[in-house]
C-alpha cells in the first residue's frame, strides 16, 4: 500500500486540530459558576476513565493469554505482529478517548462565554470545538491503522481492528451503562426521596447526568462510528490480500484495491475541510437555521465526485465472476454510491421516525395523557415497523454492490457509507455539545442573552437528528456484513459452500441467534445495579456531606462518579467474557463452519434489533422534548410524568442495548477472522 497519503492526511488532520485547540488555549477564562461547575464535571470524568483505562488493559491482557493458551493447546502459531497490532489498536483507541474526555468539559466554558455577546460567536466557538475533537480523533485511528499495516503487515490490520473495538466497548458500552444509570437515576430522583433539589448544582446525579452524556453522546458514540469506518477500511484490505493469495488477481489490481478505501477517505477529508469553510461563512448569518445539514449535502456531493474521479482512473483489470458477482464488467463507483444512497435514506428515515417535528414522534406526545404503557407501546411499533424498511435500505445497499463489484463491492458500499466520517462525527458532537452547553447555562443561571444563545444553538443542534443512533445502527451493520464476506473470503470457502447449512452451520447459527440475549439480559442487569448504586450515593451525600443541601458546599463528584463507573465496568465482565469467548471456543473447538454460523446468527439478530432498540428509545426522547417545550401540557402536567417514566426504558434501549449490540457483532466478527487466519 502507498501509505504516503492516508500517512499525510491523518497528520494534517491533527496538525489542524492542534491548531485550533492552541486558538482556544489564548481565550482567557473567567472564574464563574460556570467554570465551578465544568471542574467537577471533570472530576467525575476523569474518574470513569480511570476506570476504563484500568478495564481496557485487563482485557487486552487476558485476550492475549486466552488467544496464546488455546494456540498452543491446538498447535496454532499465534503472530507476534498480531499481538502488537492488538496492543496498539487498543492504545490508540483508548488515548483518542482520553483526548475528547479531558478537552471537553475545559472547552464549553469558553463556548458559553463566547456566546455573551453575539450568536454567531457561539456559534462558531461551538462548530470549531466539534471539528478539532473530530479531526483529533478520526486523525489518530486511520494514522495508527496505516503505521500497524506499513510497520507490521498488511495481516496486522486485524490485531489493531481487534484492539480497538475492545477498547471502544468499554467506551460505547460501559459509556452506555454509566449515562444511562446516571440519566435514569437523575429523573427517579423523587421516588426515593421528593425534598431533594432537581436539576441543581447540589444534586451529584445531575452533575453525573452532564458527565454522562459527554462520555455516551461525545466519546462513545464517536469511539462506535470510528470503528465501523475501520472495520470497513479493513474489509476493502482483507479482499484485495485474500484475492491476491488465491491469484485470483494481479498484485498491481490488489495494489489498487487496498488503496481505494484510502483515496476515499482522503477525499471525505478534503470534501469536511472545504464544508468547514462553508460553514465559517454561513454561521455568520443569524438567520443559518439549516446551515448543518447544508454542509453536509455539500461535502456528500464533493466527495462523492472526488471519489467518482478518482477511480475513472484507478488502473484495475479483474472480472466480478472472480469476486462471485453477477456484472460483466468490475465498477467500483456503484457500490460507491449505493452505500451513499442508502447513508441519506436512513439517516432521514430515522429522523422522519424519531424527529418531534414529524408525526411518529408528536402521536408518542399526543398519547402520552394515556400512561406510560401506551406512551412505551408506541415507540415500540416504532422500531418494530422500522425494521422492515431499513430491511430494504441495506437490500439497496449490498445488491447492487455485489452485482457491479462482487463481495468487495460490499466493503465499497460501507465505505460510502461512511466517506465523510470527520463531518457525521462533527456534527454528532455539535449535537451533544449544544444540549450540554444549554443545560449548563441553565444550572448556572447565566444572563439571558447567553441563555437565548444557548437555546438557539441547541435547536439547530437538533438538525443532525438524522445521524443519531439508528446511523450508527446502520453504520455498524454495514461494516460487520463487509468483514463478514471478508471472512468467507479468508476461509478460501465459496458462497455456496459457505451457506451450505449441514448441522455445524446450523448449530453455529442457533448459538449465535441466542447469546445476544444473553449479553444484553446481563448488560440490564447492571444497569439496575448502576441505576441503584447512583440513586444510593445521592442520598448518602446529602445526608453526610455537611451544608450540602444548603448550597454550601459541593457534591463529591469523584466518589459518586468512581461509584458508578466501578460498576459499569464490572457489569461488563460477563458480557465480554459471552462477546470474546464464545468465538473463540467454537472457532478452535469446534471449527470454521460452526464458526460462520456463529457470526452469521449474531450479525442477524444485530440487523433485527439495532434499528429497533435505536428507534424506539430516540422516538421516545424526542416526543418528551416535545411536552418539554410546552406541547400537551408541559413539563408539569401528568402528561409529562408518564413519559418521564417510558422514557427511562428508551434510554436503556438507545444508550445501552442497541449501541452494545453493534459493538458485540463487529467484535464478533473480528474475532472470527482472526481466528480463521490462525487455523
Same mark, same amino acid.
Given at each position: &500500500?502507498?501509505? @504516503?497519503?492516508?500517512?499525510?492526511? =491523518?497528520?494534517?488532520?491533527?496538525?489542524?486540530?492542534?491548531?485550533?485547540?492552541?486558538?482556544?488555549?489564548?481565550?482567557?477564562?473567567?472564574?464563574?459558576?460556570? =467554570? +465551578?461547575?465544568? +471542574?467537577?464535571?471533570?472530576?467525575?470524568?476523569?474518574?470513569?476513565?480511570?476506570?476504563?483505562?484500568?478495564?481496557?488493559?485487563?482485557?487486552?491482557?487476558?485476550?492475549?493469554?486466552?488467544?496464546?493458551?488455546?494456540?498452543?493447546?491446538? +498447535?496454532?502459531?499465534?503472530?507476534?505482529?498480531?499481538?502488537?497490532?492488538?496492543?496498539?489498536? =487498543?492504545?490508540?483507541?483508548?488515548?483518542?478517548?482520553?483526548?475528547?474526555?479531558?478537552?471537553?468539559?475545559?472547552?464549553?466554558?469558553?463556548?458559553?462565554?463566547?456566546?455573551?455577546?453575539?450568536?454567531? +460567536?457561539?456559534?462558531? %466557538?461551538?462548530?470549531?470545538?466539534?471539528?478539532?475533537?473530530?479531526?483529533?480523533?478520526?486523525?489518530?485511528?486511520?494514522?495508527?491503522?496505516?503505521?500497524?499495516?506499513?510497520?507490521?503487515?498488511?495481516?496486522?490490520?486485524?490485531? @489493531?481492528?481487534?484492539?480497538?473495538?475492545?477498547?471502544?466497548?468499554?467506551?460505547?458500552?460501559?459509556?452506555?451503562?454509566?449515562?444511562?444509570?446516571?440519566?435514569?437515576?437523575?429523573?427517579?430522583?423523587?421516588?426515593?426521596?421528593?425534598?431533594?433539589?432537581?436539576?441543581?448544582?447540589?444534586?451529584?446525579?445531575?452533575?453525573?447526568?452532564?458527565?454522562?452524556?459527554?462520555?455516551?453522546?461525545?466519546?462513545?458514540?464517536?469511539?462506535?462510528?470510528?470503528?465501523?469506518?475501520?472495520?470497513?477500511?479493513?474489509a476493502c484490505i482483507l479482499f484485495a490480500n485474500s484475492l491476491l493469495e488465491t491469484k485470483q488477481i494481479s498484485a498491481q489490481t490488489a495494489a489498487s484495491l487496498t488503496m481505494l478505501p484510502m483515496y476515499i477517505f482522503c477525499m471525505g477529508i478534503l470534501a469536511s475541510i472545504i464544508a468547514y469553510f462553508y460553514y465559517r461563512f454561513r454561521l455568520k448569518s443569524q438567520t443559518a437555521t439549516n446551515v448543518l445539514l447544508e454542509g453536509m449535502y455539500l461535502a456528500v456531493f464533493l466527495s462523492g465526485f472526488g471519489t467518482w474521479a478518482i477511480m475513472q482512473g484507478l488502473d484495475v483489470h479483474i472480472e466480478v465472476g472472480s469476486l462471485w458477482g453477477s456484472s460483466p464488467e468490475f465498477s467500483p463507483f456503484?457500490?460507491?454510491?449505493?452505500?451513499?444512497?442508502?447513508?441519506?435514506?436512513?439517516?432521514?428515515?430515522?429522523?422522519?421516525?424519531?424527529?418531534?417535528?414529524?408525526?411518529?414522534?408528536?402521536?408518542?406526545?399526543?398519547?402520552?395523557?394515556?400512561?406510560?404503557?401506551?406512551?412505551?407501546?408506541?415507540?415500540?411499533?416504532?422500531?418494530?415497523?422500522?425494521?422492515?424498511?431499513?430491511?430494504?435500505?441495506?437490500?439497496?445497499?449490498?445488491?447492487?454492490?455485489?452485482?457491479?463489484?462482487?463481495?468487495?463491492?460490499? %466493503?465499497?458500499?460501507?465505505?460510502?457509507?461512511?466517506?465523510?466520517?470527520?463531518?457525521?462525527?462533527?456534527?454528532? &458532537?455539535?449535537?451533544?455539545?449544544?444540549?450540554?452547553?444549554?443545560?449548563?447555562?441553565?444550572?448556572?443561571?447565566? =444572563?439571558?442573552?447567553?441563555?437565548?444563545?444557548?437555546?438557539?444553538?441547541?435547536?439547530?443542534?437538533?438538525?443532525?437528528?438524522?445521524?443519531?443512533?439508528?446511523?450508527?445502527?446502520?453504520?455498524?451493520?454495514?461494516?460487520?456484513?463487509?468483514?463478514?464476506?471478508?471472512?468467507?473470503?479468508?476461509?478460501? &470457502?465459496?458462497?455456496?459452500?459457505?451457506?451450505?447449512?449441514?448441522?455445524?452451520?446450523?448449530?453455529?447459527?442457533?448459538?449465535?441467534?441466542?447469546?445476544?440475549?444473553?449479553?444484553?439480559?446481563?448488560?440490564?442487569?447492571?444497569?439496575?445495579?448502576?441505576?441503584?448504586?447512583?440513586?444510593?450515593?445521592?442520598?448518602?451525600?446529602?445526608?453526610?456531606?455537611?451544608?450540602?443541601?444548603?448550597?454550601? %458546599?459541593?457534591?463529591?463528584?469523584?466518589?459518586?462518579?468512581?461509584?458508578?463507573?466501578?460498576?459499569? &465496568?464490572?457489569?461488563?465482565?460477563?458480557p465480554g467474557i459471552v462477546m470474546i469467548m464464545t468465538p473463540i471456543i467454537i472457532g478452535y473447538v469446534f471449527g470454521i463452519k460452526m464458526l460462520l454460523g456463529l457470526t452469521l446468527g449474531v450479525i442477524l439478530i444485530g440487523f433485527s434489533k439495532g434499528f429497533s432498540w435505536a428507534n424506539t428509545g430516540d422516538s421516545l426522547h424526542s416526543a418528551r422534548h416535545f411536552i418539554e417545550k410546552g406541547h400537551f401540557g408541559g413539563k408539569d402536567s401528568p402528561t409529562y410524568a408518564h413519559i418521564a417514566i417510558a422514557d427511562g426504558v428508551g434510554d436503556a434501549a438507545k444508550d445501552l442495548l442497541g449501541p452494545s449490540l453493534t459493538l458485540f457483532i463487529k467484535a464478533v466478527t473480528i474475532i472470527a477472522i482472526?481466528?480463521?487466519?490462525?487455523?
Amino acid at each position: &500500500m502507498d501509505y @504516503f497519503l492516508p500517512i499525510v492526511s =491523518s497528520a494534517l488532520m491533527l496538525v489542524f486540530a492542534g491548531y485550533q485547540y492552541q486558538v482556544f488555549s489564548k481565550i482567557s477564562l473567567e472564574k464563574n459558576k460556570v =467554570s +465551578e461547575l465544568s +471542574e467537577l464535571v471533570s472530576e467525575g470524568i476523569t474518574a470513569f476513565y480511570k476506570r476504563v483505562l484500568s478495564a481496557s488493559i485487563q482485557i487486552v491482557v487476558y485476550s492475549i493469554l486466552v488467544l496464546l493458551l488455546f494456540s498452543w493447546l491446538f +498447535e496454532k502459531t499465534l503472530s507476534l505482529t498480531q499481538l502488537l497490532a492488538f496492543i496498539f489498536g =487498543s492504545s490508540v483507541m483508548g488515548l483518542s478517548g482520553f483526548l475528547s474526555l479531558t478537552f471537553v468539559p475545559k472547552l464549553v466554558p469558553k463556548i458559553i462565554q463566547q456566546s455573551k455577546g453575539y450568536l454567531s +460567536e457561539g456559534l462558531m %466557538a461551538l462548530f470549531n470545538t466539534s471539528i478539532t475533537l473530530s479531526f483529533t480523533l478520526i486523525g489518530s485511528m486511520v494514522l495508527g491503522l496505516t503505521l500497524s499495516y506499513v510497520i507490521l503487515g498488511a495481516q496486522s490490520i486485524i490485531g @489493531f481492528g481487534l484492539g480497538s473495538i475492545l477498547t471502544s466497548f468499554f467506551l460505547r458500552v460501559g459509556g452506555g451503562l454509566y449515562k444511562t444509570g446516571a440519566d435514569i437515576a437523575s429523573d427517579s430522583m423523587h421516588f426515593l426521596e421528593s425534598k431533594l433539589p432537581d436539576f441543581d448544582t447540589r444534586n451529584p446525579a445531575t452533575l453525573l447526568d452532564i458527565s454522562g452524556d459527554y462520555i455516551g453522546k461525545i466519546t462513545g458514540f464517536s469511539s462506535d462510528i470510528l470503528s465501523s469506518f475501520i472495520f470497513s477500511v479493513i474489509a476493502c484490505i482483507l479482499f484485495a490480500n485474500s484475492l491476491l493469495e488465491t491469484k485470483q488477481i494481479s498484485a498491481q489490481t490488489a495494489a489498487s484495491l487496498t488503496m481505494l478505501p484510502m483515496y476515499i477517505f482522503c477525499m471525505g477529508i478534503l470534501a469536511s475541510i472545504i464544508a468547514y469553510f462553508y460553514y465559517r461563512f454561513r454561521l455568520k448569518s443569524q438567520t443559518a437555521t439549516n446551515v448543518l445539514l447544508e454542509g453536509m449535502y455539500l461535502a456528500v456531493f464533493l466527495s462523492g465526485f472526488g471519489t467518482w474521479a478518482i477511480m475513472q482512473g484507478l488502473d484495475v483489470h479483474i472480472e466480478v465472476g472472480s469476486l462471485w458477482g453477477s456484472s460483466p464488467e468490475f465498477s467500483p463507483f456503484a457500490p460507491y454510491f449505493f452505500g451513499l444512497v442508502g447513508a441519506i435514506l436512513i439517516g432521514f428515515s430515522s429522523e422522519y421516525l424519531t424527529a418531534n417535528w414529524f408525526k411518529p414522534a408528536k402521536k408518542i406526545a399526543s398519547e402520552a395523557e394515556f400512561g406510560p404503557v401506551v406512551t412505551l407501546l408506541n415507540s415500540i411499533l416504532i422500531g418494530y415497523k422500522s425494521n422492515g424498511l431499513f430491511l430494504i435500505y441495506i437490500l439497496v445497499m449490498i445488491v447492487p454492490s455485489f452485482f457491479f463489484a462482487g463481495l468487495y463491492g460490499v %466493503a465499497l458500499a460501507s465505505m460510502g457509507m461512511l466517506s465523510v466520517t470527520g463531518l457525521i462525527i462533527t456534527l454528532s &458532537m455539535f449535537s451533544a455539545l449544544a444540549s450540554n452547553t444549554l443545560k449548563t447555562t441553565k444550572l448556572c443561571q447565566s =444572563s439571558d442573552t447567553t441563555l437565548k444563545n444557548a437555546v438557539k444553538m441547541n435547536s439547530l443542534g437538533h438538525t443532525t437528528a438524522a445521524l443519531g443512533n439508528g446511523f450508527a445502527a446502520g453504520a455498524s451493520i454495514m461494516s460487520t456484513f463487509s468483514l463478514f464476506f471478508a471472512l468467507i473470503v479468508s476461509s478460501k &470457502m465459496s458462497l455456496s459452500q459457505a451457506f451450505l447449512v449441514d448441522l455445524d452451520m446450523f448449530i453455529g447459527l442457533l448459538i449465535g441467534i441466542s447469546i445476544p440475549y444473553v449479553y444484553a439480559g446481563f448488560l440490564l442487569n447492571g444497569l439496575v445495579l448502576t441505576i441503584r448504586t447512583s440513586l444510593t450515593e445521592v442520598v448518602r451525600q446529602f445526608k453526610d456531606i455537611p451544608y450540602l443541601f444548603e448550597n454550601k %458546599a459541593k457534591p463529591d463528584m469523584t466518589k459518586a462518579s468512581d461509584l458508578l463507573a466501578k460498576h459499569a &465496568m464490572d457489569s461488563l465482565i460477563i458480557p465480554g467474557i459471552v462477546m470474546i469467548m464464545t468465538p473463540i471456543i467454537i472457532g478452535y473447538v469446534f471449527g470454521i463452519k460452526m464458526l460462520l454460523g456463529l457470526t452469521l446468527g449474531v450479525i442477524l439478530i444485530g440487523f433485527s434489533k439495532g434499528f429497533s432498540w435505536a428507534n424506539t428509545g430516540d422516538s421516545l426522547h424526542s416526543a418528551r422534548h416535545f411536552i418539554e417545550k410546552g406541547h400537551f401540557g408541559g413539563k408539569d402536567s401528568p402528561t409529562y410524568a408518564h413519559i418521564a417514566i417510558a422514557d427511562g426504558v428508551g434510554d436503556a434501549a438507545k444508550d445501552l442495548l442497541g449501541p452494545s449490540l453493534t459493538l458485540f457483532i463487529k467484535a464478533v466478527t473480528i474475532i472470527a477472522i482472526l481466528i480463521v487466519l490462525l487455523l
